[in-house]
């Protein structure tokens, strides 16, 4: 499985920015994907997480901000991130695992496969 995370960049505060991670090699009766980022020094923190059941969880910070969807059709998963402030500055992965349950999305341990990162800089 190999998961590529696009369209991060550069962007001012209050801005948008969506990135994109693909999910055809996952296994497409059930998986979940998560959105993870981290700054250097900082633990990874899980951001938003979602099943092909599109249940949905997404961390307090990014809660009313950011959007996460599944587009089965074209197998990508985004992560829509509106209104951007400077805390949002980070290295974005994208994360998936096999199943549903969403209980212990925040856990870098559930999942199995890991993009490389891409990074998003609000200032």
């Known amino acids: 499985v190999q998961l590529v995370e696009s369209g991060g960049g550069s962007v001012q505060t209050g801005q948008s920015l969506t990135l994109s991670c693909p999910t055809s090699d996952l296994p497409q009766y059930a998986f979940c994907v998560a959105w993870f980022r981290q700054v250097p020094g900082k633990e990874r923190e899980g951001v938003a997480a979602?099943?092909?059941?599109?249940?949905?969880r997404y961390s307090d910070s990014v809660k009313g901000r950011f959007t996460v969807s599944l587009d089965k059709r074209k197998n990508a998963a985004y992560l829509q991130m509106t209104n951007l402030k400077s805390e949002d500055t980070a290295m974005y992965y994208c994360a998936a695992r096999e199943g549903w349950n969403l209980v212990a999305w925040k856990n870098t341990d559930e999942y199995e496969w890991w993009g490389q990162g891409t990074q998003v800089t609000v200032s």
């Open positions: 979602i099943d092909t059941d599109d249940l949905i």
